[in-house]
């Protein structure tokens, strides 16, 4: 019996702790929403959405940027299909059994059709990534969406709310947020831009660390030297979606005629808005430090 249990505990419980670890990881990369896989250096678009529905959000909203986008930049996918490039990252070539995994799943994607958009689960309530190709400017087709659906008037989605450009993504800490917030805003910081109007608007969630009164003075002190705060009506609008460890900054124009970029009420009249009842929140609770509305500064 000494024998036999000697001869469990060798070479053989090696190799199961090894399936069993194979395993664990080909289930995480299988399951996306047990990953948080958003990192520094993505661009895409922040989208908030009715809890529950955040692949269905997710499906809608790509449907939404992809029309937009080849109206936008004509011919785009044939340009990258031309180069040979997909929106996937490049798998890792390490010998250890998560990069296995990715190769594995790599691979399958190089042979499919590339894709402009790719969705991301971030593992918080009502709150979905998408990242876009390098050849699309977030901010763009943001705007070029928003503007077109203001005109047309036709309601092109049901479960997404806020669809807000990513122009950036950092880490969550104040000094990355500034030099982001630095590096999206470059343009107003030309020695020839023209004076206009600016305002910061700032959302957390899960991150305790990042205090709105820290974070806003700091980003909007290269900008006041030559432009002028304006909290009601600002031309351009510097937003920041803080979510755990991550941090989105996107630079947009007339955020608050626009509805603050929220699809579920652009569609809104004024007079009916005022009239009516709040709305219910439909976003996820546990924003950290005020709340959400209070933490849009606008």
Known sequence: MGKRAAEKSGPMSTQQKRAKRFQQVRERFKNPQNLFDISPGMRGFFVSCTRGREQKSASETIDLLEQY???LYPGIEEDIENEGETSAEPAPTGGDIEDEIAREIANIKSTSR???????????ECVVFIKCHRMIDPEKLAHFVFE???KTKQRRTRYTCRLIPAKVTTSSKIDAIVKGAAEVTHRLLADDAEPTTFAVAINTRYCDDIKRDDVIPA?????????????KNAKYTIVIEV????????????????RRFNLM????????KASSKPAPV???E???????ANAETA
């Open 282 to 284: 439909l976003e996820a």
């Open 114 to 124: 590339p894709k402009l958009f790719r969705y991301y689960f971030t593992t918080i």
């Open 69 to 71: 986008a080849t109206r």
């Open 243 to 258: 979510f755990k460890s991550i941090c989105t900054i996107g630079l947009v124009e007339n955020y608050n005629s626009l």
């Open 148 to 150: 077109d659906l203001a």
């Open 265 to 272: 009420t652009l569609f809104d009249e004024p007079e009916a």
């Open 219 to 231: 980003v909007a002190a290269p900008l006041n030297a030559k432009h002028k705060v304006d909290l």
């Open 286 to 292: 546990g924003v950290s430090g005020d709340s959400q």
